[in-house]
């Protein structure tokens, strides 16, 4: 469901230009000297904001559609100083247009709408076409991190995965069981663990 976007959203987003992208947007600059993380609809910043934080070794980019949720992670980002974060105003269905061929290092999908309806498989974020794109921008041993509480679309996302020939690595039901030392919750992931809902983890790759 698409948030109502406030007025002056747009606006407010230009106070920060330095790191915020919104409207038609060209291949990004990128420093081929360090690793490169993309998470895939970073709503509120929560979890990218956190993740920066403990690896400022590393660059990180944040897509997001609605403008809304872009504002409340670019404050984040500023409160705290991170100069390793970009955020961009960005439909994902777009995203080979800003990435070129193999270079991320790993993309991050974090509590992505389930789209339950059978007609509307191919809008999921796992499914194969968008796999496909992935593929293209993704270094060849690059990894996809994929977490959510929906069953249905875990096990989807697990059939898809195969379908398209990958590996898949720390597959668990209940990431929370034996939550590891260095997993980072998101705001839904948050929400979810305290209502007693169990996460959904794996990691993917395209290489061996």
């Given amino acids: 469901m698409r948030l109502r976007k406030k007025p002056h959203t747009d606006e407010k987003l230009q106070a920060f230009a330095d790191f915020v992208t919104q409207g038609d947007v060209q291949p990004i600059a990128k420093d081929p000297a360090r690793e490169l993380f993309v998470e895939l609809g970073t709503g509120k910043g929560d979890f990218i904001t956190q993740i920066a934080e403990r690896n400022p070794q590393i660059n990180f980019i944040g897509l997001e559609v609605e403008a809304t949720c872009v504002l409340a992670a670019a404050r984040k980002v500023r409160e705290r100083q991170l100069t390793n974060v970009r955020l961009i105003v960005f439909d994902i269905n777009r995203i080979a247009e800003i990435f070129s061929p193999h270079e991320i290092d790993r993309l991050y999908i974090n509590f992505c709408d389930p789209w339950p309806k059978k007609r509307h498989a191919k809008r999921r974020l796992t499914h194969a076409r968008f796999l496909e794109m992935y593929k293209t921008i993704l270094k060849p ?62 990691r993917a790759t395209f290489g061996a």
């Fill in 141 to 202: 041993d690059g990894e996809i991190h994929f977490k959510t509480d929906n069953r249905p679309l875990f096990d989807f996302s697990l059939e898809q995965f195969a379908l398209m020939g990958m590996s898949v690595r720390d597959v668990t039901n209940d990431l929370h069981a034996a939550e590891p030392a260095d997993n980072i919750r998101t705001e839904y992931e948050t929400k979810f663990s305290a209502a007693g809902v169990p996460i959904n983890f794996c």
